[in-house]
């Protein structure tokens, strides 16, 4: 108050002052004109001064950056009766982001059950699950049922239909309100995937099911290591053109196997294939070298490279493994209570002889768009970086340098195809394009299994209940998302008709962007969502334009 009465009288000061800090820091907010601002901001002990900004809740960001506010005109009714089959790891049930509040009973077309297994139930938002595992063996960290323990499930159905949880975030990163594109929507969870592999005959099974069960729409992070070129060869084409011939659109995954040419993996005519892009927003963990500036910062670790402390007996295969701090290859004590700088990347769950060191610097050429969580601080510097740190190790006498806390930026050129996501052409039809479109595959919140640590690192025991990770199989959500969304208008609409309007529609009212992927070029051809009136090219197709189906096309798989 004090402040404020100098600068425009203690008549004025008490009408003008709206509000005051005081518990976490000092300051307040009042009605001044720029004048007074201006005179405020030139007193003793003040830090800034700054207009008031209109703000806004963020979600997982992604579908705000998608144009899919909270405010987005909905059909409630039919939403809440859409159901999106999910077939990944499983789903943790006790997410907030799967609460059944304000849920009826599912819709009577639901003809699925619930595989109650230990402590696992469904409610009215999660109505069916169901786990396969052909083989009947089962890695011994998993749990059997459609409990996930690895998170990928639970985070895809919760991008896909999870409800609004507010004050969201990882670890204070990413905080806003985590949602779903469809979040009235029903969600069955099928589990085809373990922590040891992803059966193609269990994900027939899970189709299988999922048609009879009387699911909407179908979305499937998931797809075989590399390019199967014969459809009748590839259980997911399969699966998904039987989808398809009883109405219900699959959603799937491109891969992550870019930026080469030709590692697509889902790319049949009749399923929608989903690559992944960037968003407008990035988490930064920058480093901060002792080289004589000043920080506000309040400790110092000290630097060790590898390439300087190699034992010249070493062979040049194993002076590489030390310089590039792979496996155990480091000796324990020689960075316990240091940073240290590799010259390569190194994987959370590969950390090994580094749990000794307090941080982590990798500086290689990896692409910036490949994020992970870490057991301990770290940071992914590239290789522009190099020569300044090499320079700033030999110069030193003791470097150190600083890890920063992960900050949250805002990126103007958004999206672009994330550098992981594998690329085109079709390697079986190449005259049909795919990918078909992008969606946020980077840094994406989303719900998490509390069971499984952020870094799969041995010693991590942090619990989360909400992860940011990154993916193609995060953009599949999102697209599935849309494509329920679409349905949820126009409920009679094939697949067929589904895929189309998210694929040719230039212009929408929503502001949804999708980019159509040719080979591995990419047009900056803005397309998305039809209108809610029903807008744009709706291309439906018949079942000879797919091929024809022998008798002898089951007995191949």
Known sequence: MRLLQEAIGSTFAPHCLLHSYKRSFNGFVAKLTETEAKKVSEMEGVISVFPNEELQLHTTRSWDFMGFSEQVERVPSVESDIIVGVFDTGIWPESPSFLDHGYGPPPPKWKGSCEVSLNFSCNNKIIGAQSYRSDGRYPIDDIKGPRDSNGH?????????????????????????????????RIAAYKVCWSDTCSGADVLAAFDDAIADGVDIISLSVGPKRPIPNYFNDPIAIGTFHAMRNGILTSSSAGNEGPRPFTLTNFSPWALSVAASTTDRRFLTAVQLGDGRKFNVSQMLKLIQFEKYTNVQHDLKKQQMIQFCLGNSVDRELVKGKIAVCDSIVLPSDVGSLESALGIIMQDGSPKDLTAAFPLPASHLGTQQRPLISSYLNLTR?????????????????PLVASFSS??????????????????????????????????????NRKLLFNIISGTSMACPHATAVAAYVKSFHPSWSPAALKSALITTEEIDLGIVFLPLKSNEYDRVKVGLLGLEGSGVDLDLELQSQGEVGPSYVPHL
């Open 423 to 460: 690329r085109g052409p079709n390697p079986t039809t190449p005259d049909i394009l795919k990918p078909d479109v992008i969606g946020p595959g980077v840094e994406i919140l989303a719900a998490w299994s509390p069971i499984r640590s952020p870094s799969d690192a041995k010693g991590d």
């Open 153 to 185: 499930g639970t985070h895809a159905a919760s991008t896909v239909a999870g409800g609004l949880v507010r004050q969201a975030s990882m670890l204070g990163l990413g905080t806003g309100t985590a949602r779903g594109g469809v979040p009235s929507a």
């Open 398 to 414: 003791i470097p150190t340098a600083t890890i920063l806390k992960s900050t949250e930026l805002k990126l103007e050129a958004a």
